[in-house]
């Protein structure tokens, strides 16, 4: 049982790139998520998905695009990579109720130059 | 709007000494606050959580507690120890009760 896994781990962009991560949940979860983590600002929401079919924003979606392509998988899509995202990405899910506890996974560093 | 403010941005504290860390939330409507560990490099892992239908809610030397009135819940840790040391984030529901906010997070330190 794998919980959530993203990829890549790591990853570095020239600015104007573009690059999707990729996550994907194995406990059958509704919702999903995708934050970004920045030293001194904490975890912020970028876009979720409370269900299949379905997404919205969330605090900072400006720059980003998701996928949610099946109960399974949530992509975030960086069109034209920006040194502000440069940041620490983590995906995460949770299970029946949308807000019970969310499980993350390991995150994907990206450094955008 | 969404606000979730947690404090102290830092804490440092001598092994066996209790940790408080406090949040306020802005939403009175909330009604579910978790509190995660994330140590250095790691994921944020969950520790303890709390409903709004309890005040208190203890697991071994962590416990959560929870003032609606005043907007705001609290993580204290009893007798500390190193392996505490990490950063620790609080959580509230957004207003459409569909997605967590997450604190800025305290980092605690627990020298030996």
């Known amino acids: 049982n794998a919980g959530v896994t993203q990829t890549p781990k790591f990853q570095v962009l020239k600015t104007g790139q573009s690059m999707t991560l990729q996550c994907a949940q194995d406990?059958?979860?509704?919702?999903m998520y995708w934050y970004r983590q920045d030293p001194g600002m904490g975890l912020r929401l970028i876009y979720y998905s409370a269900s299949e079919g379905t997404t919205d924003k969330g605090e900072v979606p400006n720059g980003y695009n998701v996928s949610r392509l099946n109960k399974r998988e949530f992509s975030l899509r960086l069109e034209s990579a920006a040194p502000s995202q440069t940041s620490v990405y983590f995906c995460?899910?949770?299970?029946?109720?949308?807000?019970?506890?969310?499980?993350f996974g390991d995150g994907t560093r990206l450094s955008i130059l | 709007g969404e606000n979730v403010e947690q404090h102290p941005s830092t804490l440092s504290v001598q092994e066996g000494d209790s940790a408080v860390i406090k949040c306020t939330y802005s939403?009175?409507?909330?009604?579910?606050f978790p509190w995660y560990k994330q140590e250095l490099g790691k994921r944020p892992q969950l520790i303890i959580d709390?409903?709004?239908?309890?005040g208190e809610k203890k697991d071994q030397r962590i416990a959560v507690t929870l003032n609606k009135t005043a907007k705001h819940f609290s993580l204290h840790i009893t007798e500390t120890q190193p392996e505490d040391s990490a950063v620790y984030f609080c959580a509230a529901p957004n207003q459409a009760g569909t997605a967590l906010i997450f604190g800025k997070g305290t980092t605690l330190s627990v020298s030996s």
């Open positions: 995460a899910s949770s299970g029946r109720q949308v807000l019970q506890p969310q499980h």
């Open positions: 709390i409903r709004s239908n309890v």
């Open positions: 939403d009175s409507a909330s009604n579910y």
């Open positions: 406990m059958n979860h509704n919702s």
